[in-house]
């Protein structure tokens, strides 16, 4: 059975554009109910430990700079059918496939520059979730 929760970031490029309360608007339009959320900065080395598994794609050190360039906002969301109903409201990684009003379709500026990121599968998102926010940190 499906997992009810997700884990996203609202990446730095998105931040920085002011995107993040339309984002959000988004999210919670879709269904999506925000259980935890914070605004934060990875430094390099927390950005390089939340990707590790990319570790040998070529594209990791430039996804570690890039994801440690300014700051994020992490949250823990809540619905039915939770990573793959939020996979389809993001859209593809590459923003040039994501379908037409999905998030990263509307945001996103790069492939790496995605706008957001999305949990693809519930084992990630509690792992996920887990890295950013401490038990005393989870409202629900
Ligand atoms: P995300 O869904 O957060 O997971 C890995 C991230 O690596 C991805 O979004 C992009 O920000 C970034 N990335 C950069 N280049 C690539 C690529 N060629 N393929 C996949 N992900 C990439």
Redesign the pocket.
């Known amino acids: 059975m499906a997992g009810n929760r997700t884990f996203t ?1 609202i ?1 730095p490029d998105a931040f920085e554009a002011g995107n993040s309360g339309a984002i959000l608007k988004m999210i919670e339009e879709a269904g999506f109910k925000i259980v935890a959320m914070k605004a934060t900065r990875l430094t390099p080395e927390l950005a390089g430990k939340f ?1 590790e598994v ?1 570790q040998e ?4 050190a ?2 570690c700079k ?2 440690s360039s300014g700051p994020i906002i992490a949250a823990i969301l809540e619905k039915d059918n939770a990573v793959e109903d939020f996979r389809a409201l993001i859209g593809a ?2 923003p040039a496939n994501a379908a037409e009003g999905t998030i990263r379709k509307i945001f996103a500026k ?5 706008a ?3 949990s ?1 599968s519930d084992e990630n998102a509690a792992i996920e979730g887990n890295f950013y926010f401490s038990q005393l940190e989870r409202v629900l």
């Open positions: 970031m990446k990707y990319h794609r070529p594209f990791y430039d996804l890039y994801m990684t590459n790069s492939i790496e520059a995605n957001v990121h999305g693809d």
